[in-house]
């Protein structure tokens, strides 16, 4: 009992420092940017933006729906669009309440429970999100780098052949992937171990069903896709003379930055980074932080009133 007890004292230690930890970085990107400047300039956010915002982010939830319910199609288990996304949106609130990814075990139990699936299938299906959501972003990630360092590539034969050897190496991993699946297990140590099977699992389902992985892998770009484009929006009402795939790269890498789970959903992280990459673009410090702040409220908020 006296274990148990430390070990859950300790585990809330540990998830209070992280929220602490991500507010410390908002209020310190604050004081930076200055209170005055950051509140003027959320109020001259005209509230009829979050029209197009709720449009467009709702068509990301869609899409997050589509590709839950292929999975499940996958597993031969039937589900509407309805219950697939709302099984995302449990899993997406879950995360909300500690930087660890609670939202696949929330995700993996509630199949559980509802005799869709058991534990392993469960787990398997929730892996599959985050691997594909994985590809999805480094992929998209990777292209955007290329297009917005054409500005400073010393010809336009470097910059196809670096969109070249990117694809090659894209195709040299996923073959790898599929006929050397040992070799990413490997990867997985301490407590993702547990995820190895998974791995094993998916290189053989990308063998046996090829073209439903590529149709679940498509539903995670459009995801993605959706998600840059409700940034791009509050840019556009911002005046941000950002370009769509500027707007892309700035997106995906600070999404990168929320893997690791140091603070709760990548609060305070994801504005940090965000705020990095759109000044070194030349936005504004100022503006950056207030942008980054309002596009993860939003969809925070978005996602837990859903």
């Known amino acids: 009992m006296y274990s148990i007890k430390n070990g859950n004292i300790g585990k809330g230690a540990i998830h209070l420092f992280s929220a602490l930890l991500g507010i410390g970085i908002l209020v310190f990107i604050a004081s930076r940017v200055g209170y005055t400047q950051f509140i003027q300039s959320v109020q001259q956010v005209n509230p009829l933006v979050l029209i197009p915002l709720i449009l467009v982010y709702t068509v990301s939830w869609v899409f997050r729906g589509l590709r839950f319910r292929k999975l499940l199609h996958i597993m031969n288990v039937k589900s509407t669009l309805l219950r697939a996304m709302s099984i995302e949106l449990i899993a997406d609130l879950a995360n909300h309440v500690i930087p660890a990814k609670l939202g696949d075990s929330a995700k993996v139990l509630y199949m559980h429970k509802t005799g869709m699936l058991n534990y392993t299938s469960g787990t398997f299906v929730a892996f ?83 073209e ?55 609060v305070g992280v994801y504005e940090g980074t965000m705020v990095v990459l759109m000044t070194g673009l030349g936005v504004s410090e100022n503006i950056s932080f207030t942008v980054a702040v309002i596009d993860h409220g939003f969809m925070n908020l978005f996602s837990i009133l859903l």
């Open 212 to 266: 439903q992985v590529v149709c679940v892998l498509a539903l995670s770009v459009m995801v993605w896709l959706f998600d840059i484009l409700t940034l791009f929006t509050l840019l556009v009402t911002f005046r941000v003379n950002l370009s769509l795939t500027e707007t892309a790269f700035v997106m995906l890498l600070s999404t990168v930055t929320k893997i690791l789970p140091l603070t709760p959903n990548g």
């Open 128 to 210: 599959m999100v985050r691997a594909v959501d994985l590809c999805a972003v480094l992929v998209l990630a990777l292209f955007s780098t290329i297009f917005v360092s054409k500005l400073v590539v010393a010809s336009y034969m470097s910059y196809v052949t670096a969109m070249l050897i990117l694809v090659f190496l894209l195709v040299s991993t996923g073959l790898l992937f599929v006929f050397r699946p040992g070799m990413f297990q490997k990867l997985l140590i301490g407590p993702l171990r547990k995820h190895r099977f998974s791995v094993a699992e998916l290189a053989g389902l990308i063998k046996k069903k090829p």
